[in-house]
């Protein structure tokens, strides 16, 4: 506010002052917690990766779920024993940690191609997702710390229930990609993790698999 020589009254200047510091201040403390917590998580995934590469037990360690949830591109990795042959496609993917199903990776498929016939011989897949200068992920705070290779089995929902519902995620997951995930001939993919290899910006890795949840 202005006094009549056209002068900020300073005791506008004040009350500006008592309400805005707190506010920074706080702010900076939260946000250098939140940083904090994650310097300590990707440390200790370092440190297991660095004193031999220990085995991680299930679930995902939360920096790479975090990781996971935000990304929306990766790439799938397919293979024809009987063709003797192989195949690489671009994917967009949406993880999903389900009360029943556990943790899972989503994707669509036309029908009408050579992956979905190689998924219908060939079960097992490779899945690479990474972080390194992806345009999905500029809000991320993590960006460019991880690639993350997950091995599993990947099913393809035949029931319309399931099929639809995980169709609904996947296209909450990416609305401006409809034309992938919408459609009579565009089936539903479900990838059961069943290990993964987390490599971190130093190429420091760490393997997680499911099995040592029996141990």
């Known amino acids: 506010m202005a006094t009549s020589n056209g002068k900020v009254s300073p005791t506008w200047i004040s009350a500006v002052l008592f309400i805005s510091i707190p506010v920074v201040y706080y702010c900076g403390q939260r946000l250098r917690k939140i940083r904090r917590k994650r310097e300590e ?3 200790s995934l370092s440190k297991m990766a660095r004193s031999g590469s220990q085995l991680l037990k299930p679930p995902f360690p939360e920096l790479v779920r975090e990781m996971l949830s935000k990304c929306r591109l990766a790439y799938l990795s397919t293979v024809d024993n009987e063709m003797g042959s192989s195949h690489l496609s671009l994917m967009r993917f949406t993880y999903l940690n389900d009360e ?10 036309n029908r009408r191609t050579k992956k ?3 998924l219908r011989r060939q079960k097992g897949v ?3 997702v990474h972080d390194f200068g992806l ?11 991880y690639s993350i290779t997950l091995n599993g089995s990947c099913r393809i929902i035949e029931d319309t229930t399931t099929a639809e519902y995980y169709r609904s995620k996947h296209l909450a997951h990416n609305p401006d990609y409809p034309q992938f ?12 993790v069943t290990s993964a290899r987390i490599c971190d910006i130093n190429d420091q890795v760490t393997k997680w698999e499911v099995e040592q949840m029996n141990n």
Do not use: K, W, Y
Not at 100 to 109: C, D, F, K, L, N
Not at 181 to 192: N, W
């Open 116 to 118: 979905f016939d190689m």
């Open 100 to 109: 029943h199903a556990g943790e899972i990776v989503i994707m669509s498929t």
């Open 181 to 192: 995930i919408v459609g009579d001939d565009i089936a539903m993919l479900c990838i059961d």
């Open 126 to 128: 490779a899945l690479l």
């Open 135 to 145: 345009q999905d992920n500029r809000s991320n705070p993590n960006a460019g710390l």
């Open 41 to 43: 998580a990707n440390t």
